[in-house]
């Protein structure tokens, strides 16, 4: 089975341009979520989709992040304009379901390898 | 609001020592706990999980029970091997958003 698909792998670009990432989940994931990783600390969640539709984006600066889904498969989370501070690893994860359920182990949330930006 | 409290690294071991990484939780209601563990160059992995008190999550060697009179999920491996060598993740989800701490990085010497 394949697993989370991210490209590009490695981006960097100077403060204010814009940028953009894009994951294939794994096949048949319902639900997919996009993460923010700066150096030295843990993942923080910045929106999850449940199909095509938005289920928590509280955490996304909706200011000069946006991300879609359109057709409830691949994903794409767009930066405009770059800040120094958004520099960090994007992690895209997807699961078989949001929630635990009669699929045991069905909420288990699977990552990609992760985008490294780089603003300067 | 939820958090989570890792013990900062870098820990550095010899192989067949004793490995633990302390993790305590600040959350509402009884959420899950996880391990994570980022290998170098590698995806973030789900390395064990316990959904209830007193739970013991259990992968690889890797073990660890949620112990919710003291708000901790410490991750504990008897012997250590070089291949252990990543960066660790302690995780709880009251609910649909995974909330993980600042990761403590493990580095096992031959």
């Known amino acids: 089975e394949a697993g989370v698909a991210q490209s590009p792998r490695y981006k960097i670009i100077e403060k204010r341009q814009s940028v953009a990432f894009w994951c294939n989940p794994i096949?048949?994931?319902?639900?997919l979520y996009w993460y923010q990783q700066i150096l030295g600390q843990g993942p923080k969640l910045l929106i999850q989709f449940q199909n095509n539709g938005v289920v928590d984006d509280s955490q996304l600066p909706k200011d000069r992040f946006s991300a879609e889904r359109l057709k409830g498969v691949d994903s794409t989370l767009k930066i405009q304009p770059a800040k120094l501070e958004d520099s960090a690893v994007y992690l895209c994860?997807?699961?078989?379901?949001?929630?635990?359920?009669?699929?045991?182990?069905?909420?288990?949330?699977?990552f990609g390898p992760g985008t490294r930006l780089t603003v300067l | 609001g939820n958090s989570v409290t890792q013990m900062e690294g870098p820990v550095t071991l010899s192989e067949e020592a004793f490995l633990t990484i302390n993790c305590t939780y600040t959350a509402t209601g009884y959420p899950s706990l996880f391990w994570y563990v980022q290998y170098p160059g590698e995806g973030l992995q789900l390395l064990l999980k316990a959904t209830k008190a007193d739970d013991k999550g259990s992968n690889k060697g890797f073990e660890a029970t949620y112990r919710k009179e003291t708000t901790s999920f410490h991750l504990e491996k008897g012997s250590v091997q070089v291949s252990d060598s990543a960066v660790y993740f302690c995780a709880l989800r009251p609910g649909n958003k995974l909330t993980f701490g600042g990761g403590t990085r493990v580095l096992v010497k031959p």
């Open positions: 994860a997807s699961s078989f379901v949001l929630r635990p359920g009669l699929l045991k182990g069905g909420d288990t949330q699977y």
């Open positions: 096949s048949g994931h319902a639900t």
